[in-house]
């Protein structure tokens, strides 16, 4: 099979053009059922303290994060313009040169491919900006005058993740028996993080990631979506497709919540696949503890010994260039 020779950006077709040409490589297609998570209009959380009127609505999300580890929130707070101008930018910065993207726009917080991938099963096809929110608020030389609508939107957006992130959290942890602000106490704007996310189109899409399977490595991650779709979640040993829906937000379980809870809260692996015509665009939001922040167990005996979030990220970072790929909580489990 032949595939184009025109420059790609970023470079994954000149860097891994050799997997694709491979049939070794080359993934079989596979029918995907497509799943209906579970879909909850939060507005009686952000708009009212009353324990009875709130009760429906959280018993749906500590369902959800028991039995799913993800579920979407509509009626979520976070206006819809503003979700657009994030896209919007979003499509501007990516559409910059690689080289400007890689060395000279939002310091050193731009990623693509694998270096270390050996396979198409180890590529993620994608590119991607991990940007620390700290950096955004107090960095005045964080990105260029000619994206300063970008950090303006950015900033405003991380303001309202993290409003909607608390509001999740507090239902979480009640819903355990603990004070509403026990996990915000911990999170604050500054320790939390955006990721934006490209996936270009890939010339072979068939079994090729755009992001590997893995599970996130947060509290609770917020996934803002574009209508292309490709991203996956396991579920009793079995994948299933998520339907896009740019209008509502998707929400699911990290590793910490999973630990903090015992195992009662599900980190749930997850991935994206690579389409071979359309370019698929996403923001994440992490809600994030400082780095010394110690995680420990809700309930005893606890299921994990006590580390804290750097213990946690030193640990994954470790795993990868041992392993090549991440193992997280299976390495803090008593």
């Known amino acids: 099979m032949q595939y184009s020779k025109a420059l790609s950006d970023p470079p994954l077709k000149e860097r891994y053009g050799a997997f694709l040409s491979n049939s070794s490589n080359l993934q079989c297609s596979e029918v995907m059922e497509e799943c209906e998570l579970p879909l909850i209009d939060i507005s009686t959380l952000r708009m009212t303290d009353d324990e009875e009127e709130r009760r429906p609505c959280a018993s749906a999300i500590a369902k959800a994060a028991t039995e799913w580890g993800f579920f979407i929130v509509i009626n979520h707070g976070i206006r819809s313009e503003l979700l657009k101008e994030m896209r919007k930018e979003q499509q501007r910065l990516f559409a910059k040169p690689f080289e400007e993207k890689s060395s000279k726009i939002l310091k050193g917080t731009y990623s693509w491919g694998n270096p270390m991938a050996k396979s198409l099963t180890q590529l993620p096809w994608s590119e991607n900006f991990l940007v620390p929110l700290k950096m955004i608020i107090e960095d005045q030389e964080w990105c260029s005058l000619e994206f300063s609508s970008l950090r303006e939107t950015m900033e405003k957006l991380g303001s309202a993740m993290t409003d909607l992130a608390h509001v999740l959290a507090r239902v979480l942890a009640e819903n355990l028996g603990f004070p509403g602000d026990f996990i915000a106490e911990k999170c604050s704007m500054s320790t939390n993080y955006f990721r934006l996310n490209h996936y270009p189109p890939c010339p072979h899409s068939l079994g090729t990631f755009g992001l590997l399977p893995h599970t996130d490595s947060d509290f609770l991650t917020i996934l803002s979506q574009d209508q292309v779709g490709g991203l996956q979640l396991r579920k009793d040993s079995s994948w299933y497709a998520v339907k896009p829906n740019q209008d509502a937000l ?39 503890p400082s780095m010394d922040s110690i995680i420990g167990s809700c309930s005893e005996p606890s299921h994990y010994k006590q580390f804290t979030f750097g213990d946690f990220k030193k640990q994954v970072e470790e795993d990868k260039r041992r392993t090549g790929n991440k193992v997280g909580l299976p390495m803090f489990r008593l």
Do not use: P, T
């Open 250 to 288: 998707i929400v699911n379980i990290g590793d910490l919540f999973q630990a903090w809870s015992n195992d009662f809260y599900k980190s749930v692996e997850h991935k994206v696949m690579s389409n071979s015509e359309a370019d698929r665009y996403s923001v994440a939001y992490f809600l994030c």
